[in-house]
Structures are given as structure tokens and as C-alpha cells.
């Protein structure tokens, strides 16, 4: 019997939270979070993605054969080929952890694995913002910034399946270190990060804001929420701080028009919640400064799956494996 | 009878000379090059290429029925589909010029066109310093920068045939404005316009350097080629100015290896011929800075083909399409 028409077993694997899913095409069906506990290490955190598996599968009444098959969707370093993640910097003591046989040995189906940012942008190219598009990138801005690039339709991994680093393109050659060894990256310029960064080394320098007592005086607790929060109510330095980040996502934008000429830029993460206020002075920018004809082919709109565009395109992944 | 076996007429269509020529495979069997005279407009232009189609066939004693096609190389913006030069920097008057059409009024035959850089790619690729890639960038580095992206090992052109425009990425936000209305875009800093511009702004702030002798004294007789020689012979100033420009290239190298994690960058134009005294920098450049997955599977080397890339390419697009 054909296994197609099943449902994927996707699980999103956070720094933070596993996101367990049962995904027949677009919809969700099943769904299931779960802390990663990730200081605990592999070894608890692969505990708990097979936890995670057998509690979708238990809940739901279905045995293995009754699953299309599992697939993962994870950040950092990924060998696809091989079902490794390599490194990454948001699961502490992964190197080189062969996530795709382990999850196999435990559970006999076919196991996929795909770089998170590729698979929120196949999630939306196939059934979220990017419907249609056939070169797309997808940035996601959250504490940092990545990205996923789909060429003529598919997703586009790279030599190594390490393509898609958009927020480590230097923008400003004499801008601040990052911690990936490059120097003026766009991540640190325009990610929530940054824009937190930024506002509190102007309330620190000064500035008088609504932040402060939004936070109660803790201005680590200073997010892109607290800021967008702010600026929706019109505080200047909050306002400043969005713009400015706003500037650096569009030049970066400018970049990604001049070498993709897209159809599409679709923005994600977190920060995108910010809508207008970050997207307008972008796509303004892109407006002003990519080539004409380039800039007048490309959207620049925000993600449409928000949290679910990992698990709907790891599901997507594991379908076209087939 | 198939065509398939029969050699391209493939022309290049530069600012300053016109390179006809019969190919094949990677075979230049006959070549012929003569002034575009770009001032007199596309009129002159236009019959100066139809001159030396006639030119190639009247001395290889070659009816039409006895090419595989025509295919034009040309830079610019170029919509292939419609074979139409959108416009072109280096072409006064050229804007939306239907060159595929007026050319095949002409001659009865199959005529192509394909943008010069991307044509220069799929020669390297195919013929070249390529051989092998799946995913590739080829940067030309000469009066300008630009580039030909290979993905999957075909040529990528983007939504409306304008991508691969890395000569257009902002790394300095704060640098110089560049005539595409784009800022600090990599060709402002690391063409051989920027590298001849750096060394006369050094040469009138007083710096000393055997540049000034070697053009008598006229600075603006400067280009990449006597900076080149310069510093081979040890100029101080000389070897600065290209040091400086192949950071700016490594830094511009660092994004595209984020970017595209592809297995080679191949480095052409007028500028390469500068060798390692521009790459080594660069790469060492790239080591440093860009992801280590990444960077260990880029090679980072010159073109092979001269001069030759863009008609050689021209001619593989050709048997591609058909």
C-alpha cells in the first residue's frame, strides 16, 4: 500500500521547545510542545524527541505503518545527506550527532532531517505567503536572522547543505564583530537582538523612553516586542530603534534582490510580528536602491504559517523524498 | 538532420569590441574581433554584428543551414525570453532594442541571447575552471564587478533574468554611493575603477609611488594593469591599494559563500589577471570569516578562459536550448 496519502510525523526541534505534529499536507492535525531541555545534553534532548513520538503516535491510535514517515526539522548545522546535525549553537553538546539513525533505530520508518529555515521556507512556499513563487527567500528575524532560498521551485541546500546564512552577510565592513567570526553582519544589525542592544545603549546614554517603566526598570528584559509595544504607542526612541533595524533588514534586502532577483522575499520569525513598522521602510528601501527591474519583480511580505511553518515543511520535505 | 553537431556562431557583444566566432564544444575554430563603436547607437551596432555574422560565414564558406544556431552574449540588462536588451551601461541608446528578433530578420536561423556573465559561467562551468561544480559563482572583476550564479549545474537567472548582480551587494553601509543608487556596493571597492581611483586619491594626497612615473605623471592613465605591475615590482603604494581591494573581494567572497555554501567561486575579468596577489587575500579572507562548513568546501580559483568565457558560454546555452 502507497504510504502517501499519510500523515508525516514532523517534529520542529527548538533551543527551547520540540514542537511534536501530525501533518496531513497543510494541516495540522495533531500537535504537541514540550520543552527541549536542551542543557541536559543529546542524550536527554533525543530522550525526549522519541518521548515526543511515541506520545503522537499513542494519542492518535496509530502504529507506524500508518505514518507517511517522520521528519525533523532542527536548527544549526545539518549533513541531510548523512542525517546529521553537525553543530548548533542554540542545542548545547550536539556535534555531529547522527539524529536520523538514532530516531530510526527506535522507531523502523523512513526518518527525515531539514535545516529549520529551509523548511519554514518550503512550509511557505507550498502553502503559506509563498504560494506560486518560484525563486523565493525566506528570512526569519527572531534573536537572529536566517534564511531559506528556494530556486525554480525546490529548496536549495548548497554544497554542503549549509546554504542560506543571510544573516551573516556583512553589510557594514566596519561594523560590530559577530559571534560567527564575520564582521558587520546583517544578524547584528537587524535582528531582535540587535534592536534590544541598541535601545538599551540609548537608555543608557540617556534617552528618556516609555521602555523603562514598560520593563520596570530592567531593561534587560528589553525585547523587539517590548520596543514594537512602544513604538505602536508612539514612543520616539522605540520608533528610532525599528527604523533603524528596519534600514538594515532593507539594505539586506537590496543584496538578496541584486543577486536572486526573486519573486518573492517573505519575511518570518518572530520580529515580523512587527508587521508595517519593520517591513515598510525595508521595502521601501529595496524600491530605492535594487535595480529597477529586479526590484519590480520581487513581494516583500510577511510568513503566513508563523510557529507552524517548520513541522509543514518538514512534512513537505519527507513528501518529496518519496 | 539533427544541427546538433554543427558549431554555434557565437558573438560577443561588448562596450569597446564586438568578438565573433564559430565554436565547438569548447573549440574556438575560427574568431574575428572588431570595434562595437558604441557611440554611433544601436543602428551602427546593430550592423556592425550583423557584419560580422556575414564576416564568419562568408570566410568559413558556411550557409546558415550549416551553423547550429546564433547565440549573443551581451551585458547588460537582457530579457531572454523576449530577446531583448533592456538597456546597457556600456551601450549609449540601448533600450529595449529586440536584438534576437532584427538579428534573425537578418538571418533565417535559430538566434539566441544570454547576459555575458552568465554566459562567461556556463563556459567556466562546462569548459573551464568550473568543470565538476553543481553550484558555482563566477565574479568578474574588471572596470566593474559582476557575476554568473550556477545552480544545480545550470545557469540561474532569477524572476526577470537580472539575478547575479554581486558587483551590488552593500558591505559598507556607510561607504560610497555607487551609480546604481545603491551605497558601498562591492564593485565601488574592489573593481579596478575603485583599486585606479584609491591609488590617485593616495598619489594627490602626496603619497610616493613609481606608479607616477610609469604613466608620466597623467594619473588618470592609472588602471588594475599598471597597479598590478607596480606592485610586482615591489611599490608599496601599488601592493596596499590591491591588498585593500581583495579585502573588500574577500569580504564580498565571505557573503556569497554564506550565501550559496557552493563548491567554487571562479574569479574572471580583466582584474583576475592580477592572480594570486588578489585571490590569496581573499581566500584567507574567507577561511577566517566565513561559516567553517562552508568554507572548507569552496575553492576559491581563476578563470581559465580569458576572454573566450562569454562565446564559448553563449554557444553551450545555445545547444541547451535545443
Redesign the interface.
Known sequence: MSTNNLPVLAVDLGGTKILGTLVDNEKITYSYLTPTMASGGPETVIRRICDVIDHILSQNGRSLSQIHSISIAAAG?IDTKKGIV?LSPSLPGWHNIPLVDIVRKNFDTKVYIIHDANASALGELCYGAGKGA??MVYMTVSTGVG?G?I??GKE???????????G????????PKCN?????CLEMLASGTAMAREAIRRINAGEKTSLTSMVSGETDAISAREIGAAASQGDALAGSVIKQAAT?LG?GM??LV??????MIVVGGGVSNLGEMLLSPARELVK????P??A???QIIRAQLGEDSGVIGAAVKAKQKN
Request: proline share 2%.
Open positions: 548545522g553537525t518560484r525563486n534564511g532560498i530556486i525554480d536549495y541546500e548548497g554544497a554542503s547543505g549549509a546554504a542560506g546564512e543571510i551573516h552577510m556583512t553589510i557594514d565592513v566596519n561594523g560567527c567570526g564575520n564582521t558587520g538594515y539594505i537590496v543584496n541584486n543577486i536572486f532577483n526573486p519573486e530605492q536602491r535594487a535595480f527591474i529586479s519590480g519583480a520581487v
